[in-house]
């Protein structure tokens, strides 16, 4: 059975940014095709319901902020907890940010989105630098090789690219999604998930169910 | 530095199950000194105060009735769903059997009760034997290869195997745990816990974080 993948990722979830590191990193030499797809965890944490998110208990917070700084050593990738974190997690939403990757991929194709991920994924989790607000996303582009930046932001308000958010966020939630990351599994001969993957630590596993070898 | 590990389970737990297939397959060729401790997940939860269980949602119950197959198939362990599933998860009480692993862990010692876990893990987890009353364990006990399975089952019952189980249990919740499988991983220098880690799914992460290989 022919198989790809599509993996639904936020950019304020620090386990999208590992997994996205993961899942980029083998991807490019894989047969299986990955779509990355933008999409937004505060809707699915309230179309799921899902009321056991660790931020909401203080000893899985506790847990989080450890485990945080153990996986990106574990990944090598570049990591720190940002400053007052549980607080920006509870009180940020990344709707600026993640429109503004849809609208990359809809102007300049998944590569290029892709490398503004990992851009914007550096500048935040890496370097604390904040991603969030209409300024500091347009500050973010205009610094950065991406050109036309200021188009690129007012595509990033359309409704076509409004639309697309949605519409990713609503095929994960349809699939039983309550987290980031999310992955499908798709089987190519009828365009159905034939399993559905939370979490960044699964990535040798779906690696494995495809048919490909997972380079950590 | 050198390190050792604490693994805590719960028979009663499909990832403990999976986690300890995993971690058993691995230890007797590490170097690393791998320590199983049986302990409640009952008592972790009130513990805890862990209102996120998947089983409470029933999202997360979905996601885990698909992910405990596909799980299973990738690790290559023996496993179908038990019958009535959750009720059966959220009305058994474990605490027979775990008593009865640590009687077995105290008069026979690791190894004798590492293989008796083995063996009741297969028993419930791929043919639905159930072995948590006190009948249904002295049965299983009886038609296994324990020698006097009746005075160790009456071992089980003592002071001594009882404050074990809590104690194990206490250690655990005294590093901020929340569910099961449960690790720790311990600074031998100086006794003191320098990383736990919550899961089946991050045993190549701890195989790394103590130097050693692991083998899925």
Redesign the interface.
Known sequence: MSKSIKFYFDILSPYSYFGFEGITKNKNVWKTSVELKPFLLGAIIKG???????L??P??T??VM??LT??AQ?LGVPFRVPKDYVNLMMTTSSVIPQRVLVASKLRDGEAKMENLTKKLGHLFWAYGKPIFTSDQIQEVLRYSQVPNSDELFKLSESSEVKEILKENTKEALDQ?C?GAPWTHIVDNSTGNVI?????S??L??IA??VGEEFK?
Chains 1, 2 share one sequence.
């Open positions: 799921s319901e899902n009321k056991g998110m660790p909401t208990n000893l899985k506790k847990y450890k485990d153990f996986s574990y039983g309550f399993q559905a993957v939370f979490g630590d699964r040798p596993q494995h169910f950590n």
